[in-house]
């Protein structure tokens, strides 16, 4: 047994500045994914004006480049030996060129075709989506690693998606009220050409704040956190060697539930994100001020979640709780769609409009999160799960294959979105004030079940998740007894003389 392992049950609680330090990490994440989601797809079809089809497709192919890198990187993290720990020299690493690569994917050079276009597309996004996750991997990995406590996990992962959204929404929200700016040409704000420079900026400096301050606000725990073994040169593993111990790993049971569930999930979110901009412009006709204040209702969902999923959790689980308000909290988000589509809602312009879409936006928006902050934690509870089955703590390795679901299950749902577009014939630069209502309530038509299926499924594969808070506990009790085992066993076979550890 390592000093390190052993000081993970010696750890001083975290401080207050830990915890926030830690949670801010989440906005860099949620701004990439806000702006990726959101307005990628948006700006690339209705500015530029690339087919939507190509815009999801170059998205979608970034998987390939996640399929490769987010592995390596969980892996090559957890098998690292340094001064700094196991994650927090990848996390220094991403900060620069994330800001970087971020920044550039929207300014791509002038004369290229609609192909060209698709290429960059797909190679800036790849970019930067490969460099935060370096930082995405071990932030989210450090969660089960600084504390063993299964209540406790809820309420750190409670907290890390409060500044997610907060950096997306809050992002967002600002872009909207005081950077798209409405100009005669461009009555609505989010179509001006012109504003994107001011977003991208603004994005990449706050992302590289975010993740400063995550890493130096966190580097303190790092006497406290699992550090890797060294490993003599004539005992390092071949690559054939790493690869089979990874995919022993993602063999466990639990692991599967929760791939199975975010592949759908992510890809329903995916969806929504690069579609909810189509309903608030061609839809329900909102002007920029109107979208900034819908984006804060996302706020209040984080608000309203972060104290309340732990309390769920604790009620009746976090398998349930996450099954549950992912189902009901969906099935809210897309009434007004479907009410709209029977004629049956607020039409444009009147003034019970925005105030119901907020409430019903905040009040699914909750409840997604409630899910999304148990499934995490979920997560972080198979670790000592498979570290029983398998001898090794691989929480890098595990939240490796966690970002590579999301990041390429969110390409998924933006490929899906091209999908639902082209299905509708939805044209490129559409005018919001002569677009026929036939091309709009199509894409409705396509967009609901395929949003709804999507998640329902999800739930459904989360029913083999086989880990309860008992289950945890037995967990954690048994790998304390072998590191008291093999402690025990360390002093045992140490020469008279030698030092204790």
């Known amino acids: 047994m390592t000093e390190a392992s052993q000081a993970v049950n010696t750890a001083p609680p975290l401080s207050l500045v830990n915890r926030v330090s830690y949670g801010t990490g989440a906005m860099a994440n949620g701004i990439k994914g806000a702006a990726f989601s959101s307005y990628l797809m948006l700006y690339f079809n209705q500015v530029v004006g690339v087919p939507a089809s190509i815009v999801g497709t170059a998205l979608a192919c970034t998987l ?14 957890d098998m690292t030996h340094s001064r700094l720990g196991r994650r927090h020299p990848f996390m220094y690493a991403a900060i620069i060129p994330t800001s970087i690569f971020f920044f550039l994917t929207w300014f791509p050079p002038d004369g290229l075709s609609h192909i060209q276009l698709g290429l960059w597309i797909f190679a800036l996004a790849a970019a930067t989506r490969a460099s935060i996750s370096a930082f995405e991997i071990n932030t989210s990995a450090m ?26 929404y809050g992002f967002t929200s600002f872009c909207l009220a005081f950077i798209f700016v409405e100009t005669q040409a461009f009555p609505q704000g989010q179509l001006n050409p012109a504003s994107y420079e001011s977003f991208a900026a603004l994005g990449a400096g706050l992302m590289f704040l975010a993740m400063v301050i995550c890493s130096v606000g966190t580097q303190n725990r790092v006497p406290y956190m699992r550090q890797a073994s060294v490993v003599p040169d004539d005992e390092k593993l071949s690559f054939g060697q790493h690869l089979g111990e990874m995919l022993a790993a ?3 049971r639990g692991f599967l539930a929760i791939f199975g569930f975010g592949v759908c999930k992510y890809s329903a979110i995916g969806l929504y994100s690069a579609t909810t901009l189509y309903f608030g412009t061609y839809l329900f006709k909102l002007n920029t001020v109107e979208l900034a204040i819908l984006t804060v209702d996302s706020l209040v969902a984080a608000t309203l979640a972060a104290p309340l999923a732990p309390v ?7 398998r349930a709780s996450s099954m549950i308000f992912a189902i009901v909290g969906v099935s809210i988000g897309v009434s007004p769609l479907i009410l709209s589509y029977f004629d049956a809602f607020f039409l444009p312009g009147d003034p019970m409009l925005l105030p119901t879409l907020f409430a019903i936006g905040a009040v699914y928006g909750s409840m997604v999160a409630i899910s999304l902050i148990n499934t995490s934690a979920m997560l972080a509870d198979v670790v000592e799960d498979s570290a029983v089955e398998t001898g090794r703590h691989e929480a890098g390795t595990f939240f490796s294959a966690s970002s590579f679901m999301q990041q390429c299950s969110n390409a998924v749902g933006i490929f899906l979105a091209g999908q639902v577009l082209a299905a509708s014939s939805f044209p490129e630069r559409a005018d919001p004030a002569t677009i026929a209502d036939a091309t709009v309530d199509s894409l409705i038509l396509h967009y609901v079940p395929t949003s709804l299926g999507l998640w329902t499924v999800g739930a459904l594969i989360l029913l083999f998740y086989p880990i ?31 030092p204790a550890r």
């Open 143 to 168: 969660a089960a690693e600084l504390t063993e406590v299964y209540a406790h996990r809820t309420k750190l992962f409670s907290l890390r998606y409060w500044f997610g959204y907060a950096g997306a």
């Open 312 to 318: 769920f959790s604790r009620l009746i689980g976090k």
């Open 250 to 252: 993602f063999r466990n």
């Open 64 to 77: 390939l480049v996640d399929a490769v890198v987010d592995p390596f990187l969980g892996r090559w993290a």
């Open 468 to 498: 309860t808070q008992e289950r945890h506990e037995r967990n954690v009790e048994v790998l304390r007894a072998r590191e008291a085992e093999a402690r025990e066993q360390e002093l045992r076979d140490a020469p008279i003389g030698s």
